[in-house]
């Protein structure tokens, strides 16, 4: 089995930086993805390979991935973007396809 | 504009099989590259990998349910269907059809569908 430990939840107060861990012994070989899960809704793609930003995403939105540990940051955490995140990636073959466990960004 | 959306039954009871229908638009299965997936979501709970196909028919499933899954291209061309056999109350999720792009090795689920609560129970 394979897994992608991340940490049930990060708080901010607006305008700070939010910084989600996402650590796997692959991730040194794999690209990390990052996903958006808001209260109710279909999760939507934040971040992909690592550090790449689809178009409509907000600049405020990075990635970056280093050793075992990929990061998603939020610079100036709005309200608007309390919900879940998800990291999602594969083992070293890439057979196994696995989401972490999601961490709550609480921002007030 | 990629779009997905789930079809199925919201109830199933307990032992029977439960068949979701994934209808797609904006690409093309047959093209190179492209590929339906399938993850579930247990209410408040993370996100679960269960399954794609791509393509050229190749098929990826999750070890620990790949004996109750089967993943198949509809009869319509842009059609994606799942069914899984022998429910239990603990597969009681959303189940989320989503667009998956594999290259070079790697593939990346981009776009989702908005999901369908599926509940087992009799």
């Known amino acids: 089995s394979y897994e992608l430990t991340q940490p049930p939840s990060v708080s901010v107060s607006p305008g700070q930086t939010a910084r989600i861990t996402c650590s796997g012994d692959a991730l040194p070989k794999r690209y990390a993805y990052w996903y958006q899960q808001k209260s109710g809704r279909a999760p939507v793609l934040v971040i992909y390979?690592?550090?790449k930003r689809p178009s409509g995403i907000p600049e405020r939105f990075s990635g970056s991935s280093s050793g075992t540990m990929a990061t998603l940051t939020i610079s100036g955490a709005q309200v608007g973007d309390e919900a879940d995140y998800y990291c999602y990636s594969t083992d070293s073959s890439g057979d196994l396809r696995v989401f972490g466990g999601g961490t709550k960004l609480t921002v007030l | 504009q990629i779009t997905l959306k789930e079809s199925g039954p919201t109830l199933v009871k307990p032992t029977q099989t439960l068949t979701l229908t994934c209808t797609f638009s904006?690409?093309?299965?047959?093209?190179?590259?492209?590929?339906v997936g399938w993850i579930r979501q247990p209410p408040g709970k993370a996100l679960e990998w269960l399954t794609v196909i791509f393509w050229d028919d190749n098929k990826r499933y999750s070890p620990s349910l790949k004996s109750r899954l089967t993943i198949t291209k509809g009869t319509a061309k842009n059609q994606v269907v799942l069914t899984m056999t022998n429910m239990d109350p603990v597969d009681t999720a959303t189940y989320y059809c989503a667009h998956t792009l594999r290259f070079g090795g790697y593939e990346s689920i981009d776009y989702w569908g908005q999901g369908t609560l599926v509940t087992v129970s009799s």
């Open positions: 904006g690409f093309s299965l047959s093209t190179s590259g492209m590929g």
């Open positions: 390979e690592d550090i």
